[in-house]
């Protein structure tokens, strides 16, 4: 896909996992969109889930942000403000979208920090959105000035406590563009990075649980050591989320978000015990959807 962001060109990579001669004003089965989180592109994000979900959904996903096989940039308008960085993110969701061979609406799923991406794009365009799963999403806490601290995250050891100053600390060094433990990648030489990327490509996919074939994981190891091969995770696209913690200043069940009524696509988070975001928020907007009584929210 070919983006203009910042007034510059951006490109985003893509698949569409669809029968031969398939498109979305052809195909028998609903579109759903997977979007990727951290450290990953969207293939190597959800490669493991294809089997599953193929069957039943013509699926389309792609390398969010600065990721997978991404244009990496230097800068960013979206790294002067909170609202600057929200309109720097629904503009990339939006284009990317548009650009997509999509139907008129489509189902999406997303995970982590990236689930605050298809809620954003939802209260925009709620007309393309068929259905929302969310899965360990950032970004729905609300937002109460008199209690907020953009680096208030749990702490797995004692979760009374907050990890504030750890979580300053490596903000301080992700801007400062050192520290990151990521950066020991691009610190190897080229033949140590791609040994460490394979083993632990096939560590994950290689196994009983998940039979993939040999052609299929040197084919994952291959994406990835392409992807790190041209990655900093310090670039200006992975500080945004942490140097504005997940939007939450603006809450996702207000009426201008998830919250309005207007929405008529079901709407479902889910989350675990040792999950890095907070929930609180999330059942607001899963019980203000319209579809909650049905049971389909």
Known sequence: LKLKLDNLDFQVRFNILEGPNETAATSIKPTLVLVHGY??????????????????YRVV??????????????????????ERAEAWLLDFMTQSMNKLDLPESSSYS???????FPPLYTSYHYERVKALFCASAAGVETYDPANYHPERYPDFDEPTKYLSAKMIAAREKLEARKGHPMAIIEKMVPEAAAAAIEFRVRQQILTKNNPSTEAQAQALVDFQVAMFSNLSMLEVLEVMPLKFPFLVRHAMNAADRLGNPAIDAPIAHAFGDMDFFGSEGADDIVRGSKHFASGCS
């Not at 997303?110 to 605050?116: E, L, N, S, V």
């Open 61 to 82: 996903v792609f390398d969010n942000c600065g990721w997978g096989l991404n244009t990496r940039m230097t800068e960013s308008t979206g790294l002067s403000t909170p």
């Open 39 to 56: 450290m990953c592109g969207g293939v190597s994000a959800f490669v493991q889930w294809f089997r599953l979900l193929v069957p039943h």
């Open 110 to 116: 997303a995970t982590q920090w990236a689930a605050t």
